[in-house]
Nanobody
Framework: QVQLVQSGGGLVQAGGSLRLSCTAS????????MGWFRQAPGKEREFVAS?????????????YYVDSVKGRFTISRDIAKNTGYLQMNNLKPEDTAVYYC??????????????????WGQGTQVTISA
């Protein structure tokens, strides 16, 4: 079993930055996809970004972003720390949501669909004031 624990988030003004972290514990895997999703009040959970890593260099490092965050958000991971990050810059009020990290060992997925993930973090609130 894998547990994902999130940290980061909070309240910032528009144009500011935040970094979310997601640390995995439990059964370790050398290959995985980590994703970030968000859910605003009254809206469905939305894909934000995903990153894949594996022991095979040609099958590692690929990232995907939803168009609305491209150029502003960066997903990364520190394999040694079992931690993934979502660096969020130039934040906008429409980025306000509860953000969730997720993980799966199914490398056949792009990680853009919530249904691809087996494990989820507890969620963290991100609020951007105008």
């Amino acid at each position: 079993q894998v547990q994902l624990v999130q940290s980061g988030g909070g309240l910032v003004q528009a144009g500011g930055s935040l970094r979310l972290s997601c640390t995995a514990s439990g059964r370790a895997s050398s290959s995985a996809i980590m994703g970030w999703f968000r859910q605003a009040p009254g809206k469905e959970r939305e894909f934000v970004a995903s990153i894949k890593w594996s022991m095979m260099p040609w099958n590692s490092g690929s990232t995907y972003y939803v168009d609305s965050v491209k150029g502003r958000f960066t997903i990364s991971r520190d394999i040694a720390k079992n931690t993934g990050y979502l660096q969020m810059n130039n934040l906008k009020p429409e980025d306000t949501a509860v953000y969730y990290c997720a993980a799966t060992t199914n490398l056949r997925s792009t990680g853009t669909s919530a249904s691809a993930y087996d494990y989820w973090g507890q969620g963290t609130q991100v609020t951007i004031s105008a």
